[in-house]
């Protein structure tokens, strides 16, 4: 069984749509995060549940909004997508909050790429 | 603030050594090792936890100086399996969630 599964694994898609990504974690685990890998390979937090509540919120456009409807799950909607947007997506999970010393668990990545 | 990895690249032989290291401005209080294989997710290695601590993992070690703001991955006659983007990243605590943020990367080539 996959430990954090995200879908799709490829979206590509014209500039100004809306998509979403979904992810989806079997650990048990009470966090969850979203990071952003550009196409020099740098991986950026960009969001962080706790229990579905949002923790953590870095300087991201509000194009951008993560939605976890239990701790099992953290979506990730994208509105009006712009070129800048292409990237690969990763979502996380790890066990315990309020630790900073805590391995992540990263699912497979959505590579987005806007046209 | 980003640590900051060195080198950028490297490439082996099999059964060669390497060092990657990875500093940081600020002060660290743990140091976290990742490996992402292209086109994979990254998969964690280990975490430092005090200044001077070394751990294992495989032919992989590191070592961290608290002082010098300072950690390094050792690899130790390397196989073609360790070849991938090493991250090493530097955590704090945000609003009760863990908040990793990685260098750059290194990319590691080990040839036959």
């Known amino acids: 069984d996959t430990a954090v599964s995200q879908t799709p694994k490829y979206l590509v898609t014209q500039m100004g749509n809306d998509k979403s990504i979904k992810c989806e974690q079997n650990?048990?685990?009470?966090?969850m995060y979203w990071y952003k890998q550009d196409s020099k390979k740098f991986l950026k937090i960009m969001f962080s549940?706790?229990?579905?509540?949002?923790?953590i919120n870095e300087t991201v456009p509000n194009r951008f909004s993560p939605k976890s409807p239990d701790k099992a799950h953290l979506n990730l909607h994208i509105n009006s997508l712009e070129l800048g947007d292409s990237a690969v997506y990763f979502c996380?999970?790890?066990?315990?909050?309020?630790?900073?010393?805590?391995?992540?668990?990263f699912g497979s990545g959505t590579q987005l790429s806007v046209l | 603030q980003q640590p900051v990895q060195s080198p950028q690249a490297v490439i082996l032989r099999e059964g060669e050594d390497a060092v990657i290291n990875c500093s940081s401005s600020k002060a660290l209080y743990s140091v976290h090792w990742y490996r992402q294989k292209h086109g994979e997710a990254p998969v964690f290695l280990m975490i430092l936890l005090k200044g001077g601590e070394q751990k294992g993992h495989e032919k992989i070690s590191a070592s961290f100086n608290e002082k010098k703001q300072q950690s390094s991955l050792y690899l130790t006659a390397s196989q073609l399996s360790y070849s991938g983007t090493y991250f090493c990243?530097?955590?704090?605590?945000?609003?009760?969630?863990?908040?990793?943020?990685f260098g750059q990367g290194t990319r590691l080539t080990i040839n036959p």
């Open positions: 990243g530097t955590a704090r605590l945000g609003g009760g969630a863990q908040k990793l943020v």
């Open positions: 549940y706790n229990n579905k509540e949002l923790i």
């Open positions: 650990l048990g685990h009470d966090t």
């Open positions: 996380a999970s790890s066990q315990v909050p309020n630790s900073d010393n805590e391995k992540l668990f």
